[in-house]
C-alpha cells in the first residue's frame, strides 16, 4: 500500500475498464513475451545442464567415458528454435482446430431437420 501512493500520485484517468477487450498491440506483445520465454527457458535449462558436463550427478557419479561432451552453446541455440517454433506451430494447429469445431457447431446451429415420425411414410391408413 505504500509504494502505491507515489507510484500512481500522478496517474491520469483514460476513462472506464473495458472488460474483455485488449489492444491488438497489447496480443502481439503477449504472443512475442511467450515465445521469448519459452526460448529462454529452454536456452537456461542446456546451459544449467552443460555446466554439470562430467557429471551424471553432480559431485556424485562422475562420467568417465570418452564420448563426455556437452554441444555448443550455438547448436542448442539452434535446436533450441527449431524446438520452440515446431511447439507454437502445434499450438497454432490446436487453436485451428478449435476455431474449426466453433465454426461447424455455428453452421449446424441454424440448420434443423423436421421431425418424422419413426416408422411411416407420412400416409395414413
Do not use: C
Request: charged share 10%; no cysteine.
Amino acid at each position: 500500500m505504500a509504494i502505491d501512493i507515489p507510484m500512481f500520485r500522478g496517474a491520469r484517468s483514460t476513462g472506464t475498464i473495458r472488460w474483455g477487450t485488449i489492444a491488438p498491440r497489447s496480443q502481439y506483445v503477449l504472443i512475442i513475451l511467450a515465445v521469448t520465454f519459452t526460448w529462454l527457458m529452454g536456452l537456461m535449462g542446456f546451459a544449467r545442464s552443460g555446466i554439470r558436463q562430467h557429471w551424471h550427478v553432480y559431485g556424485v557419479l562422475r562420467d568417465t567415458s570418452v564420448d563426455a561432451v556437452t554441444p555448443a552453446l550455438g547448436y542448442a541455440a539452434n535446436m533450441i528454435t527449431i524446438v520452440t517454433i515446431v511447439f507454437f506451430a502445434l499450438v497454432m494447429f490446436i487453436f485451428w482446430l478449435g476455431g474449426l469445431s466453433e465454426k461447424g457447431a455455428e453452421a449446424g446451429a441454424h440448420a434443423h431437420a423436421a421431425p418424422v415420425i419413426a416408422g411411416g411414410s407420412g400416409e395414413s391408413r
